[in-house]
């Protein structure tokens, strides 16, 4: 699920450090508190990484529900942004290249230009 974007309409990307023992609950108040997004936007995935970058959590809000999964690499780890603390918004082909080990070099208001990976 979490290779293939395909289906969501906006991939956001909460660059820096989260805590991954945050639940449904406390990631959700992330994304609402301090980047003054709806977490229950339809077709929206939240993307976080925690101090080890070999592990994300996911959080998806669908109609009668919540999805929060986790997906922790065998091998090799995320290439993941922490340079600040800012939402990104990436298209379906940056994010497949995320997951593919590539990194995201720009942070962006999410608003902005698109985030230039490498």
Not at 26 to 32: E, I, K, N, T
């Amino acid at each position: 699920m979490l290779f293939d974007a395909t289906g969501f309409r906006h991939i956001y990307l909460l660059t820096g450090f989260t805590d991954l023992r945050k639940g449904i609950p406390g990631l959700s108040a992330l994304v609402q508190g301090s980047f003054g997004l709806d977490p229950t936007e339809e077709g929206s995935i939240f993307l976080f990484c925690g101090r080890r970058n070999d592990r994300i959590k996911a959080l998806v809000y669908e109609p009668g529900g919540w999805l929060l999964c986790y997906k922790r690499l065998t091998d090799g780890s995320f290439q993941w942004p922490r340079n600040h603390r800012e939402a990104m918004q990436l298209t379906q082909e940056q994010y497949r290249l995320l997951m593919q080990g590539f990194s995201v070099r720009q942070t962006i208001n999410i608003n902005g230009p698109k985030p230039v990976l490498y």
